[in-house]
């Protein structure tokens, strides 16, 4: 396969191509796009962070792009007024990262597959394996238009640089027919509204049916496995327009063919408000750009600058979010308070008390009620058993997996897997570093 083209559709949007990754940037003004413009100024820091994610990744993969995207994101005073999706082109597919009004369709054949990044909780975070045979676009959600891609290849192919547009496609092969995907007739798409944010999404329960007749092949970057090796997972089929999420657990060290799973963070409550009711105040050391931070790294989680050229004198400070749990059907929770895990953890004692409730479903028969909580202890994250009939189990980066004793809290380390059930989930974090 010959390398992708970008194509960009006409509009008053932003794109960009910097070293073959395709970037869109909503601009939904009457204004001209300068680098002054929340647009301008976001398309910036978005082809920056492309630059520093090709210079960490000796093999481009994605999974970097969207470390460094979750963490300026989290930065952001308030991250609804980005809305921007990000086409990477990697060895063993296409990586798809949404965030806001814009969404992305995967073109095979007569099919397609769309991922919404208003429908998201937070983000939306893909790799594609393989790439679309046809192509990919991003396009910049409106009112009554129609996602999809155009029926027939344009001469005109953007190399590098940035131009105004609708959207980009990215080419892998020619167009079969004009294929329509969706309409966004929902007033949601306009910042200012709401985009049911509020509520977390659910989790859908594995299905291990037979697979669904697609050719597009979706992998979680970022998923854990499950303990016995041999075991697969068989997604949930999806349609073309709903985006439906698949689920399963995926192990990182093997492909495992699912439809489309979708990784839907549910963003922190308090964030954006200085000491809202609620946020925890944690001593830590502050970086030059007066980032709250982890006494015992090196490295600002926020910005990357190094600690130590400070007197490190321990201050108090609203503790930030402490990182990511990725559950394998592709839904994900910022920790920024604790939280209950279970088939039905809304009742908890822990819940009354104020902790975030997740549902987990789980086929297997294996979830209790209230199965483990997640407990955030100054700068560490902890799950702790909360005597299910079935344990939790714990594997922490380059170790076996071990029971955790009933009431008994576990560090998490960045890369930690937990196993409920016939479930698994993975914690990450950016204040993991050293």
């Known amino acids: 396969m010959t390398d992708p083209q970008v194509e960009v559709l006409p509009g008053t949007h932003l794109v960009a191509c910097c070293d073959g990754v395709v970037v869109v940037v909503a601009h939904r003004h009457?204004?001209?796009?300068?680098?002054?413009?929340?647009?301008?100024?976001?398309?910036?820091?978005?082809?920056?962070?492309?630059?520093e994610a090709a210079a960490k990744e000796s093999t481009r993969t994605g999974r970097m792009f969207a470390r460094l995207a979750t963490t300026w994101l989290m930065g952001l005073d308030d991250e609804d007024a980005v809305e921007f999706g990000?086409?990477?082109?990697?060895?063993?597919?296409?990586?798809?990262?949404?965030?806001?009004?814009?969404?992305?369709?995967?073109?095979?054949?007569?099919?397609?597959?769309?991922?919404?990044?208003?429908?998201?909780?937070?983000?939306?975070?893909?790799?594609?394996?393989?790439?679309?045979?046809?192509?990919?676009?991003?396009f910049v959600d409106e009112v009554d238009s129609a996602i999809e891609l155009p029926g027939i290849r344009g001469l005109c192919t953007l190399a590098s640089g940035v131009v105004p547009g609708a959207g980009a496609v990215l080419w892998y092969g020619q167009p079969v027919r004009k294929v329509p995907v969706?309409?966004?007739?929902?007033?949601?798409?306009?910042?200012?509204?709401?985009?049911?944010?509020?509520?977390?999404?659910?989790?859908?329960p594995p299905n291990r049916a037979a697979p669904p007749t697609t050719d597009i092949d979706l992998e979680e970057t970022m998923a854990p496995s499950a303990p016995v090796e041999d075991e697969t997972a068989v997604p949930r089929a999806s349609t073309a327009a709903s985006g439906r999420r698949g689920s399963g657990p995926i192990d990182g060290s093997r492909r495992r063919a699912v439809t489309e799973p979708r990784?839907?963070?549910?963003?922190?409550?308090?964030?954006?408000?200085?000491?809202?009711?609620?946020?925890?105040?944690?001593?830590g050391y502050k970086c030059a750009r007066q980032h709250h931070n982890d006494p015992r790294v090196s490295f600002c989680a926020v910005c990357g600058i190094r600690m130590d050229q400070l007197t490190c004198v321990l201050t108090d400070g609203?503790?930030?979010?402490?990182?990511?749990?990725?559950?394998?059907?592709?839904?994900?929770?910022?920790?920024?308070?604790?939280?209950v895990l279970g088939r039905e953890p809304d009742?908890?004692?822990?819940?009354?008390?104020?902790?975030?409730?997740?549902r987990v479903d789980d086929a297997s028969g294996g979830m209790s009620r209230t199965h483990a909580e997640i407990r955030l202890k100054d700068w560490d994250v902890t799950v702790v058993d909360s005597g299910s009939a079935n344990g939790t189990h714990?594997?922490?980066?380059?170790?076996?997996?071990?029971?955790?004793?009933?009431?008994?809290?576990?560090?998490?380390?960045?890369?930690?897997?937990?196993?409920?059930?016939?479930?698994?989930?993975?914690?990450d974090s950016q204040h993991g570093q050293v």
Do not use: M, N
């Not at 969706?182 to 859908?204: L, Q």
């Open 182 to 204: 969706v309409k966004r007739d929902r007033a949601s798409v306009y910042p200012g509204t709401d985009r049911a944010r509020s509520e977390p999404p659910r989790s859908v």
């Open 263 to 283: 990784r839907e963070t549910v963003p922190p409550s308090g964030r954006g408000s200085a000491h809202s009711p609620g946020q925890a105040i944690v001593k």
């Open 347 to 358: 009742h908890s004692e822990a819940v009354r008390r104020g902790a975030r409730p997740i």
């Open 86 to 138: 990000v086409l990477t082109p990697c060895v063993t597919g296409l990586a798809v990262f949404l965030h806001g009004g814009v969404s992305a369709v995967l073109t095979v054949g007569d099919r397609s597959e769309v991922l919404c990044g208003s429908d998201a909780g937070f983000t939306v975070d893909r790799v594609v394996i393989p790439a679309p045979a046809i192509g990919a676009g991003l």
């Open 318 to 339: 609203v503790r930030p979010p402490l990182g990511l749990l990725l559950l394998d059907d592709g839904t994900s929770y910022i920790l920024d308070s604790d939280c």
């Open 30 to 51: 009457d204004v001209t796009p300068t680098e002054d413009t929340a647009a301008g100024a976001a398309l910036t820091a978005l082809c920056g962070l492309v630059d």
């Open 394 to 427: 714990i594997r922490q980066p380059g170790q076996d997996w071990t029971r955790a004793l009933p009431g008994h809290p576990v560090i998490l380390h960045p890369g930690a897997q937990i196993l409920l059930g016939g479930r698994t989930a993975t914690f």
